[in-house]
DNA sequence: GTGTCAATTTGACTTTTGTCGAGAGCCGTG
DNA sequence: CACGGCTCTCGACAAAAGTCAAATTGACAC
C-alpha cells in the first residue's frame, strides 16, 4: 500500500516509541510494518517536531561570568557558551546554544519577530524542528534587492518553517533611494500594518551588525563602503534589523535611516524578550551599542566576549562613582 | 579519578550528543572518557530532565470526537486514550498520555496542586523527569494515618521530585473524628496558609473517585463500606480531594466533608488550569458529577469514556430544547 | 489493459548504543 | 595501615538503531 502515512502513523510510532518507551521491534509488530519503516517514521517526527529533544541551557546561564553580567548590565538572562572545549568552531557553539535558548522561550500562541544576517540564518539553519501551535513569524524588516545569501525573508521564513509557525514576509525593500519613497511605502497600509504588529511580538530575534567596511549591510549591496564610512564618522556603532545605531544605541538620525523600511527601536523595545546573539569578538562595539540602548533583555554570546564586557562594565563603573 | 563527575560533566555530554548531534564516541574523546561512561551519563541526563524527550499529544486532541466534547462540555481541552490498539492496558495507556499532557502543561514558575489516588500516583510514576525551574508542588488535602500505597503525600513528593521541584506537604491528616477539632485545625496557621495557597495555583492534577464499597476512601479507611453507603443515600456522586461531591459537583453537605482537610472547592475552581484525568470506566457518574460542578478544565479519558460522555451529552442536550 | 512514475516498504547489512562484570581510586574505620 | 564499602570507570559483548538498494504498490495517463 503505497498510500500516504500521512501524520496518523508517524505520530502512533512517535508515540509507541517515546512515551510508551517500546523498541522499535516492539512499535513494528504493533503497527504491522517493518522496522525499517518505524526507524523512518522516527526520523520524520523528529524532523517534523512531533517529538522534541531539548536539553536544558540552564548551565550556561548558571555561570558565575553570566550571572555578574545580569547584573552588571541589567539584563533577564544570560547565556555563555565555553569557548575552551569548543566542539565545532566558537561561532557554531555559539548558535547551537543560541538556537536551544531560542527554542525554550518559545511559547505556543506567541508571536516571534526575526531580524536578519549571519548569525540570525546560522541559528534557524541548525535550529531543531518543533510542532508548536498558533505561533507566527514576523519579518522585521524589508528584504534586500539584490539575491543574497541570508536574506530578511529567508531568516524569516525558515525559523517559520521549522517551528511550524505562519510566516509573515515584508514585501518591500530593506533600503530605498528617496527618503520620500520610504515616506510614502511606509504609509501604505500592508507596510504600516506589518510595520505596527511588530510591538505586538513577544520575543525576538537578532544580532547586531558592525559598522566597517566587511559589514553585513555593506556586502549584501545596502550601503557602500564609502557610505559606511562618512556614517562611522557621524557616530555610527552598530546595525540592528538595518538600521544604523550610535552608541547610545539610538537611531542615527542620517539619511540612511530615513530610507530603510524596518521595525523602529521604540517598537522593539516594547517587545518582552529580546534574544540578541552575537557570534563574532569584532562585535563588540555594536554590541556596547546595542546594550547601551536597551534593545536586548536576553544575551547569547561566546565566553571570551564575556569576560571583555564585564571588564568594561566593571571599569565603567569603577570610573562612575 | 573516583570524583563526583557533578552534574558538570552530564550536562556537557548531554550537550555535545543531543545539541551538537555528536556521536557518542566522539563525545567520549571530547571529554576524555569511555564510550561506555558517556552512555551512562546520558542516561542519567534522562533521568535527571536535563534532557527532554517529549512526544507532541496534539493528535490525541485534534480527534473529532475529543473537539465534540470540548464543545459539549465547554472544556479548554480534552484529550483521547486510543482504547483499540492500546500497548498495555486502557488504564496505562491514559496515563502515559495524561503524564505528556501534564507535563506540556506545566511551566516554569508554576504552582501545581496535586490531589492523590491510584490514578494520580501512576501518572507520577510512569511520568518522565524535567528540570523546571521555581516550580512548587502543593498536597491539595490532608494525609492518611495509616499507611497506605497510593498517600497523598507520596503523589506530591513524587511529582515533585520528577519535575526537580519543590514539594509542600500537608502535615494533617485527611479526616478526623469530629467536626470541632477539624475546626480547630483549619485555623492553624500553618494548615490555614496552605489551605488559602491553593487558589494561587496554576494548574492542578487530579481525578475523581467513585462513592461504592471499592471506593478508593473506602479502601484506605478514610470511610467504612456503611458510612459510604449512607452517603450515596445522601447524594454522593463523587469523590475530589477526599471530599464527598453529590450529582451537581456541589461539596455534599455531610458530616464527612465538615471533618476533612482539604481544599474546599471554590480554591479548586480559582486554579486556571485543572486538569482531571480518569481511567476507569466505572467512575463515568463522578466525572459527571465533576463536570457539573465545573471542577475540570482540561481531561484526560478514555475512548470509551469518552464516547458514553458524549452520548450523554447529547442525550441531555435534545432533551432540553 | 498496461506502462510509467513516484512514493513507500522491506530485508540485509553496518554502525551505533546499551549493559554488565571486573578493576581501580577514594575514604572512613578498626 | 590494612580493610571493606563505596562510587566511578572501562573493555568487551549483545542489543538496538540507522541505512540503502531493490522490490512492491497504487495512481495516473495513454
Known amino acids: 500500500m503505497a498510500i500516504r502515512p500521512a501524520e496518523q502513523l508517524i505520530h502512533k510510532a512517535a508515540w509507541l516509541y517515546y512515551a510508551h518507551g517500546l523498541r522499535q521491534d516492539q512499535v513494528a509488530s504493533q503497527l504491522n510494518i517493518s522496522r525499517a519503516s518505524v526507524a523512518m517514521y522516527l526520523r520524520k517526527a523528529r524532523e517534523t517536531g512531533i517529538v522534541n529533544i531539548s536539553t536544558s541551557t540552564q548551565l550556561f546561564t548558571d555561570d558565575v561570568l553570566a550571572r555578574r553580567l545580569e547584573d552588571a548590565l541589567g539584563l533577564d538572562s544570560v547565556w555563555i557558551a565555553p569557548e575552551n572545549a569548543y566542539?565545532?568552531?566558537?561561532?557554531?557553539?555559539?548558535?547551537?546554544?543560541?538556537?536551544?535558548?531560542?527554542?525554550?522561550?518559545?511559547?505556543?500562541?506567541?508571536?516571534?519577530?526575526?531580524?536578519?544576517?549571519?548569525?540570525?540564518?546560522?541559528?534557524?539553519?541548525?535550529?531543531?524542528?518543533?510542532?508548536?501551535?498558533?505561533?507566527?513569524?514576523?519579518?522585521?524588516?524589508?528584504?534586500?534587492?539584490?539575491?543574497?545569501?541570508?536574506?530578511?525573508?529567508?531568516?524569516?521564513?525558515?525559523?517559520?518553517?521549522?517551528?511550524?509557525?505562519?510566516?509573515?514576509?515584508?514585501?518591500?525593500?530593506?533600503?530605498?533611494?528617496t527618503e520620500e519613497l520610504a515616506r510614502g511605502l511606509r504609509a501604505e497600509p500592508v507596510i504600516r500594518e506589518q510595520l505596527s504588529g511588530i510591538g505586538d511580538c513577544d520575543l525576538m530575534l537578532f544580532s547586531v551588525g558592525t559598522v566597517d567596511a566587511d559589514s553585513h549591510v555593506v556586502k549584501c549591496g545596502a550601503l557602500t563602503s564609502g557610505e559606511m564610512e562618512m556614517l562611522r564618522k557621524a557616530g555610527a556603532a552598530g546595525v540592528i534589523a538595518g538600521q544604523i545605531i550610535d552608541s547610545a544605541g539610538a537611531a542615527l538620525d542620517c539619511s540612511h535611516n530615513r530610507r530603510v523600511i524596518s521595525a523602529d527601536l521604540q517598537s522593539l523595545r516594547a517587545i518582552e524578550k529580546r534574544l540578541m546573539v552575537v557570534q563574532e569578538d569584532s562585535k563588540f562595539e555594536p554590541l556596547l551599542a546595542a546594550l547601551a540602548g536597551g534593545l536586548c533583555t536576553h544575551l547569547v554570546v561566546g565566553a571570551q566576549m564575556a569576560q571583555r564586557l564585564l571588564d568594561h562594565a566593571g571599569a565603567a563603573g569603577k570610573n562612575a562613582p
Do not use: H
Open 87 to 177: 566542539v565545532v568552531d566558537p561561532a557554531t557553539d555559539i548558535a547551537v546554544l543560541a538556537a536551544s535558548v531560542f527554542l525554550e522561550l518559545v511559547k505556543k500562541g506567541d508571536r516571534i519577530g526575526v531580524a536578519w544576517g549571519r548569525t540570525v540564518y546560522t541559528i534557524a539553519d541548525i535550529m531543531s524542528y518543533a510542532d508548536l501551535q498558533d505561533v507566527t513569524v514576523v519579518q522585521l524588516c524589508g528584504n534586500l534587492g539584490a539575491p543574497y545569501s541570508y536574506r530578511p525573508d529567508q531568516c524569516t521564513m525558515e525559523i517559520a518553517r521549522r517551528l511550524n509557525a505562519k510566516g509573515l514576509n515584508f514585501y518591500a525593500p530593506l533600503v530605498l533611494t
